[in-house]
């Protein structure tokens, strides 16, 4: 029995109030998930050009070393 379907056993035996509750948290959960892995894909271009950017500027020796005990 994998850990998932374990998981489901046990969710199983719950009562049905709880059984909708843990269903609707899962399923948004997945959800959400989703909409992170889209918006995360959609924004590569301009992640990709701010990094260019910020490397360009190190590059050009404007930037500074963070420290972040000083921060």
């Known amino acids: 029995m994998t850990e998932l379907e374990r998981a489901f056993a046990e969710a199983a035996k ?11 948290w899962i399923l948004e959960e997945i959800a959400s998930e989703r909409r992170w892995d889209k918006a995360f ?3 590569a271009d301009a992640l990709a050009q ?13 930037t ?3 420290e972040p005990d000083k921060l």
């Open 14 to 24: 719950l009562p049905p109030k709880e059984q909708a509750a843990l269903a609707a």
């Open 41 to 43: 894909a959609d924004s």
């Open 50 to 62: 701010l990094a260019d950017e910020a490397l360009t500027e190190h590059r050009r020796g404007q």
């Open 64 to 66: 500074q070393v963070l």
